[in-house]
């Protein structure tokens, strides 16, 4: 009976989480279909299935890491005769209890395994697709994480406008559809039912023994007045590494200001002939970038990491660029940023961004990464204190363009538009004096865009 095995989803990556398994023992699964979700420290990714077949067991819980190479289900294929697989799925009932009475080790992992039988009995209590969402299955392609979405919050996919690439729908619309219409009457009744049920199952929990002014049993409740909220897989593995980080790399941080009036104005000009060419909105990022990568070849120390006690000097300038979501943090990386245009660095940042807003980067796109850029300003923030994204020496955080008075040489006072400049720096491998010589260099960058700025 073949193993599906926990690949390597990366050149460095030894391990990955099990997010989520997309199949239950007994279900059919054709290959190249995603059977489960992986969490790894730089992306989440699916695994598809190698071969036709039948899940025949889980072995890995969800949430669980283990390391590349192990075994983490089993499926039985058309080789496999009719009374092997039954004999698969009779095992799989038969690992609740040993004949000895002792747990096996599938109970140990928090298995979900399931017999075959129940399976099916679930399934014949789920609702057709069309009682679920409505009137009509829905229409066109969907991504497994957007079809899974839409089913978790009862959403009419063939309701929805799709702001991706093409017109495609994003797990960012269902989730914005669900936002707006929580009480549209599509939740489907097996998500319905499935939430009491889940809901009973939380009251028997310690937790939620606890109960409320009322005397009422509240589930996920604590004290009355707070929630306690168990942190999904990736938001666990970016906790981890934030604190690797600020635990392993002594921070020291500094900030200077520009006068970016000149940008603006030429931004200004050329935005709107920009998008009808390129299609694509022309925004600030690009310029902070191109600033970045022309600091970092001057400085090169900057682009530099501190591994195993030595200090490494990359020659290659790859920026990472930090963009999140609702829920999740990445860093998709702009490979030779440096040898890129504004206009190049404009399509790059948005093919970036619309990947890892869809969930759809892969582990070459978060490879590689030097020096990480960070737009907080598009928060409105106008000063932060970045962490580093370990082991790179430094990460610049650009904050907010301001407009708001300012004192010139000449004594007079103008309104100019002005932005701070935030870098976060491992003192182990540099200092306060080549980490200013840097942004006054990225400073000087940025104030020298202008009408003449060649943007190809």
Known sequence: MPDIKMP??????????????????GDPVSKYEPIAEVITDKVTAEIPSDLDGVISELLIGEGDTV????VICKIATEGDTNSDASKGASEVKGDD???DGSSSPVQGNHMMARPAESVKEDKAQV??????????????????????????????LNLLHGTGEGGRVTRRDVLTYAELHPNDGSMPEATMNSSIAANESMSQTPVSAQKSDNGNHVAGVHGGDDEWITPSPIRKTIAKRMVESKHTAPHAWTMVEADVTSLVNFRN????????????????????????AEALKRYPIMNASWVDEKIVMHHRINVSIAVATDDVLVVPVIQDADRLSVA?????????AAKARSGRLSMSDVQGGTFTVNNTGAFGSVLSQPIL???QAGILSVESIVKRPVVLQNDAIAVRSMVNLCLSLDHRVLDGWVAGQFLRAVRERLESFDLQTVLY
Not at 13 to 21: F, H, L, S, Y
């Open 8 to 25: 390597q989803l990366g050149e460095s990556v030894t391990e990955g989480t099990i997010g989520k398994w997309l199949k239950s023992v």
């Open 67 to 70: 390391a590349v190479g192990t």
């Open 97 to 99: 209890t040993d004949k």
């Open 127 to 156: 609702p057709p697709a069309n009682a679920m969402h409505g009137s009509s299955l829905p229409r066109g392609r969907f991504s497994p994480a957007v079809l899974r979405l839409a089913d978790e919050h009862g959403v009419n």
């Open 269 to 292: 000009t050329v935005k709107g002939d920009f998008k009808r060419k390129e299609g694509i909105d022309l925004t600030y990022l690009p310029f902070f970038i191109k600033a970045v």
């Open 344 to 352: 190049g660095l404009a399509h790059s940042v948005n093919e970036l």
């Open 389 to 391: 994204n370990a082991p």
